[in-house]
């Protein structure tokens, strides 16, 4: 069994974090690939290295001294390693990279060395062997990871050392350069590894015990979901819910490979994980009948009515306009004699009244009108799917709390029943839903 961990930054802001990153790689054998983040906040008014670091290379290019910022990076690390009591000459390879620190120098350069200093620390405590991203995670001419390349390099550095610590969030392109990713991509070089090698589970340790059943800003206390499919998942990002980033999915999704997001500083908890579909089936009755909620605010309802109106020709037309201003339709509903596009605000902007002009030129209706301040709440769960009267119950639920629904729209797998409400019903619908379904 190889399970790959990977640890965010405040897993490893700080001594302490480095001491409960070991007890979790020495609790379990199979942990076999470590991936780090570059050092993060120890609390709420600390700063990354990574913000430390770009706001250097900020100074530098304004040709301002960054000696002082520098010297806190610098501060940090030594710190660690004699708390820790480290070998590494940090001193040394840090004097050497500030004499380096002039215009020229790459900004991803600079920013990935959160990640190679952090990394080379923790290998050192750990006792794993140090492979730079540089060596094993590699970008095509494109910018796009060359998959095939970074699986070859990462699967041979594992069978060459046993135990291997890859730093995260950058990698190498074909011209030698260091290339880094979105902000708080090392989930993507977590993924990679984990897909490189087939592993059993990726594990996401960070500072929450999973995801939860819904936004803890609008639901007090809500559950953590134990348990939840890909495309489950697929369906709370889309309608808002902050989730992983889907650049840090699709390689483990790709492989069937299970995600498991844990808690560094509660590693008693088992976290959410994420599954394929296939395997969750059998389980599928000691499980909650909802997975999680999530929505939106401010969306528009557009409405076409005209008589006998050949319902196919003008929907194509009038999406044939949307499309025109790069305005991404969330739903549709169709009447007999109507239909109802459903799309963010602000994706129109004031195009609205072009779009509109637009419609009236080719679809010739009877009457087109816009309905702005809709919020839409997105009801997921994959046993939703084929129990009659799922809706039904949700539509009760909401209607005895006096809230008005003004779209419904399910897709055909039934994983997620999508409502449009006013605005400001929006927090009040989650929380009944949540109460309704999952308190
Ligand atoms: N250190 C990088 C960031 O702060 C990448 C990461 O943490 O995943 O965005």
Redesign the pocket.
Known sequence: MIKVAKF??SSVAGPEQFHRVKAIVEADPSRRIVVA??AGKRSGDDH?L?DLLYLCHAHITYGVSCDEIFGTIRQRFVEIRDALGLSLDIERELDALARRLDRDMSVDELVSR??YFTSRLLAEYLGFAFVDAADCVFFGFDGQIDKEKTYAAISDALEAHGRILIP??YGRLPTGKIKVMT?????ISGALAAAAVRADVYENWTDVSGILMADPKIVKDPAPIAKITYAELQELAFAGASVLHEDSILPVKERGIALNIRNTNRPEDAGTLIVDEAEDEARREEERFITGIAGRRNFSILTVRKRNMNTSASLRQALEIFDRYHAAVEHITLGLDSFALVTATAALGDSIYDVIADIQKSVRPDDVSVQDGIALVATVGRKMSSRPGTSGRLFHALGKAGINIRTIAQGADELAIVVGVENADFENAIRVLYERFAG
Do not use: Q, V
């Open positions: 965010g930054g983040s570059a990354k990574t959160g990640e995260g969030f902000r708080g991509g090392s989930d």
